[in-house]
T-cell receptor, first 112, second 115 residues
């Protein structure tokens, strides 16, 4: 069965510093991987996806993610964090039926 | 992208009652899903809404409790029946649209509190 794991419940970063939100996956076959962000009292917003091609994927709001097949990881990164990046981040994998399976989420807190 | 309108955005309900949530999309939809997000938790898929036929439910979810309709491509309803406090959650409509394969777009969600 497809699954994703986000090992950190919370990540704290100072504004201006680089940030990483971790995600590992378990799939049979080629993975379709996604990152979503949820701001307080809002729905989910799509950030980026990996389907095939370049392992470094660039997405919205300056975020990027690196697909690493050998480590089965798809970590979300940003070179310089903003206070406004503070939100809940979800990694997800698409299963063979077309459904998204979500990780448990990581709360990102960026302090001034 | 897609504009997904969910109604109601929030509601407070009494135990034993039922509530129907509507989802309307402004784009050509290929797939439509309903998710639940319980307080402080991740998203769990309830079912895939199929146009003109019965929804496909995930393990742990049944039609009697969560009846779903999808009369056309761009509209669906989810009913939460005979509610209990354990049903207090955010319910999210999600769609995949034509030309954006693999991406799911989400509505703002419907936050239900059951007393």
């Amino acid at each position: 069965a497809q699954s994703v794991a986000q090992p950190e419940d919370q990540v704290n970063v100072a504004e201006g510093n680089p940030l990483t939100v971790k995600c590992t996956y378990s799939v049979s076959g080629n993975p379709y991987l996604f990152w979503y962000v949820q701001y307080p009292n809002r729905g989910l917003q799509f950030l980026l996806k990996y389907i095939t091609g370049d392992n470094l994927v660039k997405g919205s709001y300056g975020f990027e993610a690196e697909f690493n097949k050998s480590q089965t990881s798809f970590h979300l990164k940003k070179p310089s964090a903003l206070v406004s990046d503070s939100a809940l981040y979800f990694c997800a994998v698409k299963d063979q039926g077309g459904k998204l399976i979500f990780g448990q989420g990581t709360e990102l807190s960026v302090k001034p | 992208s897609a504009v997904i309108s969910q109604k109601p955005s929030r509601d407070i309900c009494q135990r034993g009652t039922s509530l129907t949530i509507q989802c309307q999309v402004d784009s050509q939809v290929t797939m439509m899903f309903w998710y639940r997000q319980q307080p402080g938790q991740s998203l769990t898929l309830i079912a895939t809404a199929n146009q003109g036929s019965e929804a496909t439910y995930e393990s742990g979810f049944v039609i009697d409790k969560f009846p779903i309709s999808r009369p056309n491509l761009t509209f669906s309803t989810l009913t939460v029946s005979n509610m209990s406090p354990e049903d207090s959650s955010i319910y999210l409509c999600s769609v995949e649209i034509r030309g954006r394969t693999g991406e799911l777009f989400f509505g703002e969600g419907s936050r239900l509190t059951v007393l």
